[in-house]
């Protein structure tokens, strides 16, 4: 079985694993897409929190079912996704039903080896039908359902002002299902390729780029005065996220989906006279990956819209380091196999 290891940082090789041994509760999967993510490109840069090598990534997967233990209703050759995060169970936050912040939660692809290899061994609790949704589309679930958790965290209301900070894949997911919240979505980025992405294909309405514009005169303006009352940073950036507390309206929340290894800084005179709300928000429940896979079947949400690349698994080591530079237009690279 060919597995794909990243060994270093900035290093892949190719290496011979070991078929999956069946094992109780367990259901091995034979993957079919790999969708590559910003965990794994800073897994590449050696930027990512969390994270030790040798590790094999991947965790924005489809697949074809092929057998379990305690997978009541997959059959063999079903089409399948699965929730990449897998936790204990037992703790505080399993017990209040958020497992997806488990306090000894596994991440496939970070914190375990995962899917960039030809078969896969998971957890039959976190199998997900394919419901009819092609390879593609089921690969995209996983990184949709950050954006609608992230979205579900803020708790968007129609009408409001939604400030998406970071117009990467994740960011898009964001703006998506903010809109489909019924938010009126401001999109803010530094590259103007994906802003102008925002706008021809996601089709939203207000853009800034905090290089070009005074961002809290554009915010006055489209808010008229009010700024947003949801701020929500997809960036990843300690720059960022701290500027980010200057954009809130009085009242707002402001939802970090976006990790960094630094500390968040804040004046505490602005951020408590505003009453704001400061949360975080991290992977997704299976209630916020049913929704995505919903909005998908009533063509709310076109996955295809994110793909811009495609390569087989034997060409990701050659074409890995490509995607890290701005200049390629990377929204989503997508990898067949």
């Not at 069946?22 to 259901?27: A, C, E, L, V, W």
């Not at 061994?121 to 996983?142: C, K, Q, R």
């Not at 998506?176 to 530094?190: N, Q």
Request: charged share 20%.
């Amino acid at each position: 079985m060919k597995t794909l290891v990243c060994t270093t940082p900035g290093n892949f090789e190719y290496q011979e694993g070991q078929y999956p041994t069946p094992q109780k509760d367990y259901s091995i999967l034979k993957i079919k897409r790999i969708g590559i993510c910003g965990t794994d490109l800073h897994a590449f840069e050696g930027s990512q929190p969390f994270f030790e090598y040798p590790r094999i990534l991947g965790h924005e997967l489809a697949a074809e079912f092929i057998e379990g233990d305690n997978a009541t209703g997959f059959t063999k050759g079903e089409s399948v996704t699965f929730i990449p995060y897998f936790n204990c169970g037992e703790c505080v936050a399993c017990r209040s039903g958020k497992p997806n912040c488990c306090a000894s939660i596994k991440v496939c692809g970070v914190h375990i080896d995962g899917g960039m290899a030809e078969y896969l061994s998971v957890p039959s609790y976190s199998l997900i039908h394919g419901n009819g949704l092609s390879f593609d589309e089921l690969a995209l679930v996983e990184p949709l359902s950050i954006g609608a958790h992230g979205v579900r965290r803020a708790g968007v209301t129609p009408g409001e002002f939604v400030l998406v900070i970071g117009a990467g894949p994740i960011g898009l997911g964001i703006m998506e299902f903010a809109r489909i919240a019924g938010g009126k979505v401001i999109a803010m980025d530094i590259n103007d390729g994906r802003l102008a992405f925002c706008q021809n294909k996601l089709k939203v309405e207000y853009i800034i780029n905090p290089i070009d514009d005074d961002v809290e005169a554009r915010l006055k303006e489209i808010t008229n005065g009010d700024f947003p009352t949801v701020v929500i940073d997809a960036t990843g950036s300690q720059r960022a996220i701290n500027n980010g507390f200057s954009y809130m309206a009085h009242g707002a929340r402001y939802v970090l989906v976006g990790l960094q290894k630094g500390e968040v800084a804040v004046s505490h005179p602005e951020f408590h006279k505003r009453e704001g709300t400061l949360m975080s928000s991290r992977n997704a429940t299976r209630e916020d990956f049913e929704h995505v896979i919903k909005s998908m079947k009533s063509g709310q949400v076109n996955p295809a819209t994110y793909i811009t690349h495609r390569v087989s698994f034997d060409q990701v080591k050659e074409q890995f380091q490509s995607w890290l530079d701005p200049k390629k237009g990377v929204i989503k690279a997508m990898v067949k196999l």
